[in-house]
């Protein structure tokens, strides 16, 4: 019997593997280039995996090997559309709202008695003088004139940064001039403004005034007197400025959980530059059928796998804002208290170059306004914030029972603190019996313990006696909580103070 070298027995071996033979199938001429073939790259005749068999006879797959793929890849794609175009959704809602009520370019909406729990928008607070408008930058630069003492953002339309307005920005809360100008602008920038400059067309402006000795009026009068938008162009004569109060009101900024998701995507890339976004989120938008230029209309096959993907999208989203498995993300191990903008970066980024997706998903998921100020270490300026979804057996927060919180001695912050109660579903403010779900130092009544120490209730009814530091929740609704600090002092960043858990009752 013929003996061959053992380099050849082996490719031999390898060549039978990989065509799915036998030892006993017909014999496989050998050729005169062959050389030995490393199992590592090949692809197996079957495959068994979470999709079920997939195919590849010969290495080439199989009619229904290839469906199965490319829905999957559709699928995939759906999915990753929801978790990384999130933020311009995100925003493309809540301009969507704010145009509802007539914002634009000259108009404000005014929460001249505050925000209440009627109007949805992603976690506000009960104690700031919201004002906004939604900003479109096609006709050319818009100059912004900001009232003083703000804090004021301007985000792009695909929540990007572009700059602070107010105590945070550059005119220190004193009021200023600034020129927002439009994506690619070759003209002459003139002197004596704050310059911006935004990749989209489309911005969402919005500022916080403060409430001063327990009234709005200050804040309202300023916003009403100072706050100005108008073009370039009409710098010798601006329009006049209206202004509408939609306290109370009932309109909605928040995006859908559902396949709208896909057609509110589809509306800000035919509306903006692509250099605007990343190329491969755009390219990946593409492959599902939203690319700048072309209708959206998926077929009924696609339409019904992008309407699954987006389910799944949406549930792994409020599962990283919810129930964060990045430790880096809470406040203290073993706390219930974790942070909207984990790492401390306003561009999600965990080092240089590098972007953490799920701190991203998790800040978009449920909270609104990309800047700095929130972000990193400003001592006395700005704000920082906690969120909590569970109480102190790490069980979620639950509508129908009753929880107690302690804050310490010496609450490190400067301007005010609060807690406001969020609907677990809508992630708005909670609606109760309570005009305003929320308690904090701005409560003229709430009642402060001896030792500078703060009691709070949460639950369904007011335990006797502590009336006046209770916060209503709903049985059958999940709820959640953010901790504000305005003028955040030096003992929270050095974690020096901690807020307690949420203890039941």
């Known amino acids: 019997m013929k003996t061959f070298p053992r380099a050849t027995a082996v490719m031999t071996g390898l060549l039978l593997a990989t065509s799915g033979c036998t030892t006993t199938s017909p014999k496989v001429k050998m050729m005169k280039m062959a050389t030995p073939i490393p199992e590592s790259i090949t692809t197996p005749a079957k495959i068994e995996s979470r999709l079920g068999i997939l195919e590849f006879p010969q290495g080439y797959p199989t009619d229904t090997t290839a469906e199965t793929l490319y829905e999957y890849l559709d699928f995939m794609h759906g999915v990753e559309a929801f978790l990384y175009a ?45 004002s906004m408008m939604w900003l479109d930058l096609k006709d ?153 230029g072309k209708p959206f209309n998926p077929d009924e096959k696609l339409k019904k796998t992008l309407t699954e993907a987006v389910a799944v999208g949406n549930a792994t989203a409020r599962t990283i804002a919810f129930k964060p498995r990045m430790k880096d993300a809470y406040l203290h191990p073993n706390s219930a208290w974790f942070f909207p903008f984990v790492g401390g970066s306003y561009q999600f980024l965990s080092q240089p170059g590098v972007r953490n997706l799920a701190a991203r998903v998790l800040f978009h998921y449920n909270y609104t306004g990309v800047t700095p100020a929130m972000a990193i270490e400003m001592v006395g300026i700005g704000s920082q914030y906690v969120m909590a979804t569970t109480d102190s057996e790490g069980k979620a927060l639950d509508g129908g029972k009753t929880y ?33 779900p929320s308690i904090g130092s701005k409560n003229k009544d709430i009642v402060i313990n001896a030792d500078g120490s703060v009691d709070v209730w949460f639950g369904p009814t007011a335990p006797k006696g502590h009336e006046n530091n209770w916060v209503q929740t709903v049985p059958g609704r999940g709820w959640s909580v953010l901790l504000r600090l305005y003028g955040p002092e030096k003992s929270w960043f050095d974690k020096i103070w901690k807020p307690g858990e949420f203890e039941l009752q």
């Open 86 to 130: 999130l933020p311009g959704a995100s925003v493309h809602a809540a301009g969507r709202g704010i145009k509802s009520q007539g914002g634009d370019n000259q108009t404000v909406l005014i929460m001249e008695q505050l925000m209440d729990s009627k109007s949805l928008f992603l976690t506000p607070n009960t104690d700031s003088i919201y």
């Open 140 to 292: 050319g630069p818009l100059v912004i004139e900001s009232p003083p003492d703000v804090l004021g953002i301007v985000n792009d339309h695909w929540f990007q940064y572009v700059g602070d307005i107010g105590n945070a920005g550059p005119d220190k809360g004193k009021g200023g001039k600034y020129l927002l100008l439009p994506p690619g602008f070759k003209g002459e920038v003139p002197e004596g403004y704050f310059v911006l400059r935004s990749r989209t067309y489309q911005n969402l402006y919005f500022w916080r005034g403060f409430i001063k000795d327990g009234s709005t009026v200050t804040a309202v009068e300023n916003t009403r007197k100072f706050a100005k938008v108008y073009p370039l162009a009409d710098t010798n004569s601006p329009p006049a400025m209206r202004f509408i109060n939609v306290s109370g009101k009932a309109f909605n900024t928040i995006g859908g959980n559902d396949f709208s998701f896909f057609e509110d995507i589809n509306e800000i890339v035919q509306a903006e530059p692509n250099e605007a976004y990343s190329p491969e989120i755009l390219g990946m938008l593409a492959t599902i059928g939203i690319d700048k």
């Open 404 to 436: 107690k919180i302690q804050l310490p001695p010496n609450i490190p912050a400067k301007d005010f603190w609060s807690f406001v109660v969020y609907d677990n579903q809508s992630r708005s403010m909670l609606q109760t019996d309570q005009q305003f």
